[in-house]
Every structure is written in structure tokens, then in C-alpha cells.
DNA sequence: TATGAATGAGCGTTCATTCAT
DNA sequence: TATGAATGAACGCTCATTCAT
């Protein structure tokens, strides 16, 4: 019997490809992408029929990691505004530690292959977030604006303070703090 | 004499460069921008000898044509807070009447071949606000807080604005009104 | 595993590209060469990286082919002149037999892409020569005068000799016997 | 009334040809020999309607001034030898302090648009060599040779001694005097 | 005649994908 | 399944030549 696709070179693809486009954006040639898997050229396309296809896997599975980080440790118990700092910081954490990831993400965010289904498959983890700012809104702490604004505006903050960090490191925590306070200010419900 | 360099055709192509680049990505082919120019291909690299020089051309155009759309009408006599608001205000009109502009703007800062050149003069024209928001902030009308950081989530918040009323032209109002409410409260003076 | 990397295949690249410099000269396309040696355009850049590496490459070849030639049947216990004359008439030989070989040689002699290796690797299976200039001049058999020149004289004189064979071939046999009394006389001690 | 064609520019042209042809090769750019001579493109071509009829002119005009520095001084009334001594010597003096143009002549021997005319009218100015070589062999003084071995021997050591003068200028002397006598030796009658 | 922008065929090379092994 | 040579369309760019000025 012949070997069976490993699910092991199937990661070494992905870890490769987000490495090779972090560094070279999408553009990226496949060989390369092959090449620092350790893998012949022609592999790739036994576990990928497309690049477009490896492009938009390797979206879910960012996504996917990106959801593990955030919801780990996720304090069910507490208030609203404890819990959308624990996702914030999360994010935050996250994006810091894994800067080739998040650099891929937003390079195929800008991409104009992403499928409807990779969107919604993106998305998906992250349901309990919206559970969760639906059932604020509901008890009054959160204001009544549109559900897209408070994850989008969530994330095109801590996108920022990101960026911000990696430019002054120093400035770590004022940055984290005043991004989450802008976010937490613009959605709470005022008295 | 020969026929002399024109600005129309420089305009033209820099028109062409923007559709196409909207359309397709970065990456599509100088032969796509020339045809949608009108031009012959070879025609392209006599204004521009290579296809990154275009692309930093195109972004420090598109960067200038959008410092003039904010700063026209600037009510430099008002108070610090509508005078945000009137920069708030013109970006995202600018950007929503402008898609083709802000979408190849946000996919040139993602891309890895922009000059610092190119970085320095594209936030040349953008110099009067960074002096309002640090005249605000001597006034202890603006928080203490590190420019960059004003500066960039208030680009973030209205490039997701912009997103969002495309997604739900009917709340656009709401979309504006909350984004620049959220800046606000993010970046002004406790009492 | 794949297919292999054929020796054939490359060397059916340089057969074709020796046809076709030697129609069209040194500037002929790669995609004529591609298509003479019966392969696809891109395959050619399997075996050699670049045009300029695959002329160095094809330089070296053909000195080697013409080493292999001049040396074979070498006289090793002959007279000095005797092994010249087997030499030259070698060299003669080889060049009109192989006209297209020795069109190419002469135009990568005169090309300015030849690297110093190609240069060294290509003058390297003529050592056997140069020995035996050196022993004959020690033995006072032939003049004492810098060794390039006998070497270069050599092959002017039979690439000239080769022209007029060429040319008029019912004189070959003048022509050969000639060139090479006036080489011989050239070089010879005189009593 | 218009300018007309002035023979300066049409000899700027040329040595601006010979200049970039020496040292970047018969592909050489027009654009790059326009620049050298300080006219625009286009120019270029009202003088020499094409690429091909510029080589081709331009050797014709090496040959001439070849001819003219080989003739200049002859010693009509002198011996055969001292004759085709003179011719020699004007010959690799010329070359040497000419080795752009000697450079361009080789590389335009073995380049394939010289048409017929151009290589007979290359060849024109020659004659008197040619008249002086069968007078010599009228009277017994050099073998009975065909004319063009002699001639074509002639140049070929010339342009060997040229090169190897060139690697090797403190032997100098040495060089031209065992080419000559190489030559000579190889077409005198032997007695 | 002189200019130099305009032209477009052509070039060397890349690369996603196929396929013989 | 894994390999990597083979494929050929496509790309960015060059350049001899044309032509409006």
C-alpha cells in the first residue's frame, strides 16, 4: 500500500507558505513555498490543487489558530467588559507573537481570491464573540449599533495597536490600553 | 520638435494603473494598465521606467489627491473637535466616492517594493493635522497620547467605516456618526 | 522518482544552439534554440540558468570536442615537428569537418560574456601542447619565443587556412601544406 | 531653406559607433550611439536608414582609414621585402593605436549582415597590395602562392601579434618582428 | 532636417501546473 | 504518494524604427 497524505507534510506546507508569503507577500512563487517545506515541487499539489486553494486553506487555518488563542482561558463568568478585554488582550497577544500570521492574514484580506466559503468558514470560530455582544446589547450594556461595527472596529483596533507595538515596543501598554479603552468607550452603553 | 511628454498621458496611465490594479491586484500585468490607457505597451515605460516606479508614483498621486479632497474647506477657525470631525468626515466621503483610490492605497501598504521615498512624501500633505492634534494636546484638549496613535486609528476606524456603508449603504449614518464618536471619546480629555 | 535530468537532452540543447548561433549568430533567441532542439522554451532554462551561462557552457564543449580531436593519435614518440604537423592537420580537419563548431567558437571569442573559468577550463586540455613547445624549445629545436605566440600563431594561421579551404576546397591541399611551412619556418631554430 | 545633411554629424555618428560597438558589442543599442554623438534618436536615421546599414557603412570607413595608415609613406621604389615590411608595420601600428576600431572590424568579420558590396569595397582600397604581391611573384621573388593566402596570412598574423602586444606590450618588438618574419619566410622563394 | 515620444514585435526568464517515473 | 523535469502562457522590459511636431 502506498503512504497515505500526512497530515504532518500537510502543516509543513501551510507553516512554509506562511513564512515564504510573510516574507515575499502572495506573489510568492510555489517552489519556494515547496522548498522550505522540504517537499518536491510537484507535492504541494497533491495536498493543494491550487495555489489560490493553499492561499485560502491557509486562511481558515490562521483563522482557526487565531480563534484557539482568543477564546483560551475565555472567563465566561465575568462581566461583559471583562470578557472583551480578555479577547482584546488575546488578539492582541496573539498577533504580537505571531507576526508572520498575522502579516499573511492581512495580505489575503487585500487578495482578491478569498472563496464566500473561506470568509465564512473565518468567521465561524468566532461565534461566541458575536453571542456574546449580542446578549450585551440585549441586557443594555452595549450600545444598539450594528453587530459588524463592534467586531470590525475591534479588530481594526487591536490591528493598530499592533503595528504600533512592533514600531515602539516601549510604549506597549499604553498603546494596548488606550486602544481597548477607545473601543470599550465607543460601543458601552452611556449612562 | 518631437511631441513632448504629456501630463495627460502620465494621467492617463496613472487613471488606468488605479482601475486595473483595483480590479486585478498588484499584480496584474503593465500590459492591462497600457490597453486600459489606450497606449502602446512599450509606451507605458517611457513615463515610467519600471513597474514599481508606477506603483509608488500612483501612491504618492492618490495620497495627494486625498490630502487635497481633507484639507479643502479645513475650518481652521473651529474648535479642535470639528475640525477632526471635518477630516473624519471628508476621508470617508473621499473613500467612498473614491473605491478604486482606497483600495489599491490599502493594497500598496500591504505591498514590500514602496520607497521610503515614497513613504516620507505620501505623509508630506498630511503635516496640518499632526499639528492641530499636537497644538490639541498643549491645550489639554487631546489626551497625552503618542501621535501615531491618533493618527492611525483614525485611519483604521474610517477605512472600516468606509467597508462597512459599503456592505449596508443604508446605515451609513450610523456608521459614521458611531466611528467618529468611538475616535473621540478614544482620544479627548477626561473631565 | 521523476524523470532524470538527460544528458541527452542537454546535449541536444547544445547541438541546436551551435546550428543556430552559427545561422544567426551569438543573438539568435532562445526560443529558437528551444525549438531546434525539439523542447519546450522553458525547459531550456532547466539545464541552463541563463542564455550567457549556456554559451559558456557550449565554448567549453566545443574546446573539448576539439582537444578530443587534435589529441587523438597523438605521436607521441615522433619528432617534434612531426607532432606539431599531427596537430595541425588535426585542428584543420576537425574545423572543416565541424564548420558550425568552429563558427561559434569564433564568435564567443569575441563576445564579452566569457568568464575567466570558461576561459581557464577551456585552454586546460591543451596542456599537452604547451609541454611540448616548452621541451622542444629546451632542446633548441624550436626558437626561444614566448609561447602565446607560437600557440596563437598556430591557430590563426589554420583558422585562415580553413577559410580559403572553404573557399576554393581544390587548394586544400596547398593551402594546408603551406600554412603550416610557414608556421614550422616560423618557429624553427634556425642553423 | 532647411539644414542639410552635414558630413560632421554622419562622422559623429560613426565614431560614436565605433566607441559603443567596441565596448558593449555589435548589439549595442542605437539609442546609446545616438546619445554618444550628442544627436537625438531619430536622428540617427536619416543619416543610415537602418542598424544593419550603419555596421555596414562603418566598416567601410575602417577600411578606408586602414588603407590610408597602411599606405601613407609607402616605399614604392624600395625592395619587395622592404615594401610588405612597411605595410606590416603601418598595419599593427595602426591596429595598436587603434583598438577600437581594429575591435569593431573583427567582431564585423564574423557578424552576418556585411553584404557583398561592402566587403568588396572593403577590399578595394587593398589593391595596390594586391598589384605589389603578383609583380613580386612575377619575378620569382615570392612563391607562387594563391593571392589570397597571402593576404589573408598577412592579416591574420598582424592581428595576433596586435593582441598579443596588447597582453604582453614589453615584448613588443619581439612580437612584430617573429610575425614579420614568419610571413616572410613563409612566402619568399627559398632559394 | 532634427527631435524624441510612440510603437509593438520580440526577448529572456518565471512559474503554476502536469505527468512520466 | 512523491518526485522533479517538462511545459508554455505570461510577464516586464528593450529597442529599431516611425512619425507628429
Given at each position: ?52 486553494q493553499l492561499v485560502n486553506a491557509l486562511y481558515r487555518e490562521i483563522k482557526l489558530e487565531l480563534a484557539d488563542a482568543m ?121
Amino acid at each position: 500500500m502506498a503512504r497515505i497524505k500526512s497530515q504532518d507534510k500537510r502543516n509543513a506546507i501551510l507553516d512554509a507558505a506562511t513564512q515564504v508569503f510573510a516574507e515575499r507577500g502572495l506573489s510568492a512563487a510555489t517552489s519556494a513555498i515547496s522548498a522550505a517545506a522540504g517537499i518536491a515541487e510537484g507535492t504541494l499539489f497533491t495536498y493543494f490543487t491550487t495555489k489560490d486553494q493553499l492561499v485560502n486553506a491557509l486562511y481558515r487555518e490562521i483563522k482557526l489558530e487565531l480563534a484557539d488563542a482568543m477564546m483560551s482561558g475565555f472567563p465566561r463568568k465575568n462581566s461583559v467588559r471583562s470578557r472583551l478585554q480578555h479577547i482584546w488582550d488575546q488578539y492582541v497577544e496573539w498577533g504580537l507573537k505571531n507576526p508572520m500570521q498575522q502579516g499573511v492574514l492581512q495580505q489575503v484580506l487585500v487578495w482578491n481570491g478569498l472563496t464566500q466559503e473561506s470568509k465564512k468558514a473565518g468567521s465561524a470560530p468566532f461565534v461566541e464573540i458575536e453571542r456574546m455582544i449580542e446578549e450585551a446589547q440585549r441586557q443594555h450594556i452595549v450600545q444598539d449599533l450594528p453587530r459588524p461595527f463592534i467586531q470590525m472596529t475591534l479588530v481594526a483596533l487591536a490591528d493598530t495597536v499592533m503595528e504600533l507595538v512592533r514600531q515602539d515596543p516601549k510604549r506597549a501598554e499604553i498603546y494596548r490600553t488606550a486602544g481597548f479603552e477607545m473601543l470599550w468607550g465607543g460601543i458601552q452603553r452611556k449612562r
